[in-house]
Structures are given as structure tokens and as C-alpha cells.
């Protein structure tokens, strides 16, 4: 099956990582490979004491708020050559693309290799793709789809971000 969590809300990495902990606790393998971040935060922590997830990332800092460079490109490349091998290890039920649709839209990958991937994709593993403005092409080769809205969010009244809530 395929999961997309977009919108413009929080909580689509949040909601991906509770499913990867849901599917450790029910004894699943998880693979997360996380785009255009490179930086340590609290979740990750808590992630290398579950023996049955394996996170990596493919960015560099915690998100491009730069023009992006060919290093980012080659990055992001990387990241889903590395994904592209562990579909085909067959290891991993679970995996996560965390902000491809961030890699997408910034170009740092092509729509037609995530597409590809789909494909590839074994019957009995889940494939959840977050991060704002997926394509409409993912959207409709999802099985699910959540659309993420802000109504309302603290950041606006200036309020920065929080070790443990949002870092």
C-alpha cells in the first residue's frame, strides 16, 4: 500500500513516525530515509534504541531554506538509489520517504524514479511519501491520502521551535 501525508499542516513526519513505531511494536521492519534534512533531532534518539528501524538521511541541514545546490541533488540521488535497493532487499514492510515531495518540488529527484519505485514496491510492504505539495501524479498512485491543513500555528505569533515538540 501507498501513504501520502501532505498539506501545509504539522505533523506529517510525526504521523509517519508513529506508524514506524506502531510497525515495530508489531514486530515489522522499518526503513525511514529522510530528504533535505541532516540534522539530529530528539525523534532520532529515540529511534536508535528500536532495534528493528533504521533511519538515514539524505540532506544536509534541517531544511533547504536555500537555493539548492548540486550537492543537495547528488544527496537526495543517493537517498533514492539507497531506497531503490532496499525495496528490492525485500527486508523492510515499512518505509519511509520523509519530505520526497519536498525532494520533488525542488527538483532534487525525478518524478518518474519515485514513480518507478512505486511500482516496484512488494505486495506486502507500505510505502508512506510525506512532506508538502505532493504531485498529483503520488496522489494518485496513493492507496491513502492525507491532506495536513494549518489552521492555526504558533510559529505565526513568532514562537520558534522546540526541543522534543518540533526538534
Given at each position: 500500500m501507498i501513504q501520502v501525508y501532505t498539506g501545509n499542516g504539522k505533523g506529517k513526519t510525526t504521523a509517519a513516525l508513529g506508524l514506524a513505531l506502531r510497525a515495530a511494536g508489531a514486530g515489522l521492519?522499518?526503513?525511514?530515509?529522510?530528504?533535505?534534512?541532516?540534522?539530529?533531532?530528539?525523534?532520532?534518539?529515540?529511534?536508535?534504541?528500536?532495534?528493528?528501524?533504521?533511519?538515514?538521511?539524505?540532506?544536509?541541514?534541517?531544511?533547504?531554506?536555500?537555493?539548492?545546490?548540486?550537492?543537495?541533488?547528488?544527496?537526495?540521488?543517493?537517498?533514492?538509489?539507497?531506497?531503490?535497493?532496499?525495496?528490492?532487499?525485500?527486508?523492510?514492510?515499512?518505509?519511509?520517504?520523509?519530505?520526497?515531495?519536498?525532494?520533488?518540488?525542488?527538483?532534487?529527484?525525478?518524478?518518474k524514479d519515485v514513480l518507478d519505485l512505486i511500482k516496484q514496491l512488494p505486495e506486502d510492504a507500505e510505502l508512506i511519501l510525506t512532506g508538502r505539495s505532493a504531485p498529483v501524479q503520488l496522489i494518485k498512485a496513493a492507496d491513502l491520502v492525507s491532506r495536513i491543513k494549518e489552521v492555526k500555528h504558533y510559529y505565526r505569533r513568532g514562537f520558534k521551535a522546540r526541543k522534543g515538540i518540533e526538534l
Open positions: 521492519n522499518v526503513y525511514i530515509a529522510q530528504f533535505a534534512k541532516g540534522c539530529v533531532c530528539s525523534e532520532h534518539k529515540a529511534l536508535k534504541k528500536i532495534k528493528n528501524i533504521k533511519l538515514e538521511q539524505f540532506g544536509r541541514g534541517c531544511f533547504i531554506k536555500y537555493k539548492p545546490q548540486q550537492i543537495d541533488r547528488v544527496l537526495a540521488g543517493n537517498g533514492l538509489k539507497k531506497v531503490k535497493s532496499i525495496v528490492a532487499s525485500k527486508k523492510y514492510r515499512v518505509i519511509i520517504l520523509d519530505e520526497i515531495n519536498i525532494a520533488l518540488k525542488l527538483k532534487l529527484v525525478c518524478l
